[in-house]
């Protein structure tokens, strides 16, 4: 059994900054590639950053230079740290991994979601 459980998650005025974390536990024999995607009200999940566990990132051309992940592969934890918040980046976002399970097999695992709201 994995889990991801995030933290982090918050309201912020327009212009400040939060930071999320999610740590992954249980079963887990590697991880591959982790990340963030966000899903606003009405809106389909998008990609926000993903971190493979070498060190490449790939960011939504939205989030480029606002947003940063990294990655902690010793505590199996992944962060965003976002700056300059816009109204437009509230959204529920989760935390996402490519686990290799003690049943040898590739899996996707889901944190629970994080509420950020930014406020005008």
């Known amino acids: 059994q994995v889990q991801l459980v995030e933290s982090g998650g918050g309201l912020v005025q327009a212009g400040g900054s939060l930071r999320l974390s999610c740590a992954a536990s249980?079963?887990?024999?590697?991880?591959?590639?982790m990340g963030w995607f966000r899903q606003a009200p009405g809106k389909q999940r998008e990609l926000v950053a993903t971190?493979?566990?070498?060190?490449?990132?790939n960011y939504a051309d939205s989030m480029k230079g606002r947003f940063t992940i990294s990655r902690d592969n010793a505590r199996r934890t992944v962060y965003l740290q976002m700056n300059s918040l816009k109204p437009e980046d509230t959204a529920v976002y989760y935390c996402?991994?490519?686990?290799?399970?003690?049943?040898?097999?590739?899996?996707?695992?889901w944190g629970q979601g994080s509420q950020v709201t930014v406020s005008s």
């Open positions: 996402n991994a490519e686990v290799l399970t003690s049943q040898f097999r590739w899996q996707d695992y």
């Open positions: 971190q493979t566990s070498g060190g490449s990132t």
């Open positions: 249980g079963s887990i024999l590697s991880i591959r590639a």
